[in-house]
């Protein structure tokens, strides 16, 4: 049978529990180890079959390479500033773009595309030039032929050369402050990621999924209730709470636990309009769905699932439909679902 892989970054139910001493009131469903799957870092991951679904028992902690900046987060970390470096604009008057030309023009001369003579003359303008007034004076001091490789070929070149190395060292010395940033958050929150994966916006989430895999739909966590032992009737419902004890069966330090092993590691969402608030560790496990709804002309939002196990004398059930959260700003767990 072909198979296919998903994976889910979602708000995962909320969900509480009757009393202990009622006991649980469903047919726990088949489960059994699947093997386990190792990420492109090399991070191995377990993974727990449910049914006909073969679900990732951990919380994903794949960071991309810009971390912060490209929507992947550890707990209490700073959001930096979010500038595409790929694309940033590059002064040609600064002296990072004018050492990377020159290199460049060197390395040209080096392999023979412009002479010792007229490498002369043009090194002697490098030091008391601008690179865009060079063109402006080697034809005459150069022969033609040389004028026609340099403006031809050697400058082009170097100058997209110096561009593309002034931007990739922009990106690295971005990269090297984010990381300290994680690591500085990681010192200070007990090393989260480690504990809880990673927390990523929505579109963070679509960019760390690995190859083969996709955030699941809505309708892909009806059928992993429906394998827990929810029945149609309370999956049915929306805006309220559903099921008996299905969060019981997915935390991980419970008593029922299946091996899926949720971990509530809370969530960096967007509180008060403005302000970025982490929330609700050790009290909640937040999930991202592949469900995106639009608001108005210019709003999309991701639709969560959260998972809440609690120990009262009440029952109570999960939310049918969960919040709809702003794509960008809101960092949720991401886990994966393989299904065959």
């Known amino acids: 049978m072909k198979k296919l892989l998903f994976v889910m970054a979602a708000f995962v139910l909320f969900f509480a ?24 870092d090399g991070k191995v991951y377990k993974c727990i079959q449910i049914g006909d679904q073969i679900w990732m028992a951990e919380n994903l902690a794949r960071r991309l390479p810009m971390g912060a900046r490209d929507g992947v987060f550890t707990y209490n970390e700073e959001v930096l500033d979010s500038l595409d470096y790929s694309d940033i604009k590059v ?13 460049a023009m060197e390395n040209a001369h080096a392999d023979g595309r412009i002479n010792d003579t007229d490498w002369a003359v043009i090194d002697a303008m490098s030091r008391t ?28 070149e170097a100058n997209e050369v110096a561009l593309e190395a002034v931007k990739d060292a922009l990106e690295s010395g971005a990269a090297v402050e984010g990381e300290e940033h994680f690591a500085e958050a990681e010192r200070l929150n007990g090393h989260y990621s480690e504990t809880y994966g990673l927390l990523y916006t929505y579109e963070a989430a679509l960019r760390a999924v690995p190859e083969g895999w996709r955030l699941p739909s809505d309708e892909d966590w009806r059928k992993l209730e429906s394998a827990l032992g929810m029945t149609s009737e309370e999956i049915a419902k929306t805006d309220e709470w559903r099921g008996v004890r299905q969060a019981a069966l997915l935390k991980e330090d419970s008593e029922e636990n299946i091996g899926f092993n949720v971990r509530y590691g809370g969530a960096c ?17 937040y999930f991202w769905t592949s469900e995106i709804v639009s608001q108005g002309d210019t709003l999309n939002m991701g639709v969560v699932r959260i998972s809440l196990f609690t120990r009262t004398r009440s029952c109570a059930c999960p939310r049918g439909l969960p919040p709809r959260l702003p794509l960008r700003r809101p960092c949720v767990l991401c886990c994966i679902v393989f299904v065959v």
């Open 17 to 40: 529990c009757q009393d202990d001493d009622n006991g649980p009131q469903y047919t726990i469903p088949s489960v059994s180890e699947a093997p386990d799957f190792t990420d492109v």
């Open 91 to 103: 002064s040609v008057s600064s002296d990072e773009f004018k050492a990377a030309f020159w290199q």
């Open 129 to 156: 030039m601008s690179v865009t007034s060079i063109l402006m004076n080697i034809r005459f001091d150069c022969s033609s032929e040389c004028y026609s490789v340099v403006n031809g070929e050697c400058y082009a």
């Open 269 to 285: 969402a967007l509180t008060n309009i403005a302000r970025d608030n982490y929330i609700n560790l050790g009290q909640n496990a």
